[in-house]
């Protein structure tokens, strides 16, 4: 049985190795010939017959960098083995599978998808919140159903020009979410960690306070242990029977269980939800909720999002081994 390592390449010996814990989708863009350059070595956990932990160890002193994506956590633990890494990629907007603070303790730098992902996301979070008031997907079910036919008109959406909308996280998904809805003639407020010079939209440093006053809250923020259940009781009775949510930040940013009640129990009006707390596990009575518009954390991913973070994920890598200044750091807050 063969039982090579196929990251063991001797013309590549002396190119700075980055690590990959687990295929990310940004290699299906980048390609083969991308991950096998000249520049880099390449190094892909899975391919190795190694046990994990024998495969780290080999190259414990060697690994200057680790590309990854929400599928394989960047700890603390993960880090103390690899004493050479210098430098984090994420292949994503959101970093809370990396920690961060033991990043930072060990003077390790992290990029992110900077705002390449801003355009898409906020296409999508605009697209939830269409559906959910003007009821598209439910429309359509009842029409494939010939419910139509059986039943008569479908009850009416709701118009989107008008509304109060809140956004939760106003950086580059959630401004662009902002410049898209007053397009559309929505009234724009946000909640973030801190107020925005250049916008003029209301801020409310007081999250339930944003909720009471809009028809629909946006979640575009990061999760991290402040904003983990942040969207809880307290702020979705805020919300009201009459209010909406989207979320395309991170499932755990609201507390789920409540959610799922206040949607069963006609709490709040609806919710167009990208993200879970337990994904691809989802809470069985969202399938049965027409009020419920479901999308499998994709909203920032595009062909075209992809080839951009592609590019950037190579710019942050080619900065960081000449000496230049990174592409997209997260900057410490
Ligand atoms: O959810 C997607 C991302 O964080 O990039």
Request: proline share 4%; with cysteine; aromatic share 8%.
């Amino acid at each position: 049985m063969e039982n090579k390592d196929h990251n063991q390449n001797h013309q590549s010996e002396d190119l700075p190795q980055v690590l990959l814990l687990k295929p990310t989708p940004v290699m299906a863009v980048l390609g083969e010939h991308q991950f096998s350059s000249n520049k880099y070595q390449f190094l892909k956990a899975w391919e190795s017959p190694l046990p994990l932990y024998q495969f780290l160890t080999k190259y414990a002193n060697s690994i200057q960098a680790i590309l990854c994506s929400g599928a394989a956590p960047v700890t603390d633990d993960l880090l103390q083995l690899l004493p050479s890494v210098r430098l984090v990629v994420a292949a994503s907007a959101g970093t809370n599978h990396i920690d961060l603070m033991a990043c930072c303790r060990r003077g390790i730098s992290v990029t992110n998808a900077g705002n390449v992902f801003s355009d898409d996301g906020a296409d999508a979070a605009v697209g939830l919140l269409f559906d959910i008031l003007r009821k598209i997907s439910a429309a359509d079910r009842y029409v494939r159903q010939g419910l139509w036919v059986k039943k008569g008109d479908y009850a009416l959406g709701s118009k989107l020009g008008g509304k109060r909308i809140g956004i939760v996280g106003l950086g580059g998904i959630g401004l662009q979410v902002a410049k898209r809805l007053e397009a559309f003639g929505c009234i724009i407020s946000y909640n973030s960690r801190k107020k925005k010079t250049f916008v003029s939209y209301p801020f409310y440093s007081n999250i339930c306070e944003l909720a009471a006053d809009s028809d629909a809250l946006i979640i575009c923020c990061a999760l991290t242990d402040q904003t983990r259940h942040m969207i809880n009781k307290e702020v979705l009775s805020a919300l009201g029977k009459e209010g909406f949510i989207v979320n395309i930040g991170r499932g755990a940013i609201i507390d789920e269980k409540e959610l799922v009640r206040c949607l069963v129990e006609g709490e709040i009006a609806g919710a167009g939800l990208d993200v879970f707390e337990k994904e691809p596990d989802i809470p069985k009575q969202l399938l049965e909720l027409e009020n419920v518009v479901l999308s499998p954390h994709k909203a920032v991913f595009t062909p075209e999002s992809f080839l951009a973070l592609s590019e950037l994920v190579v710019g942050n890598l080619e900065a960081f081994f000449s000496n230049l200044p990174l592409l997209s750091p997260v900057m410490d807050e």
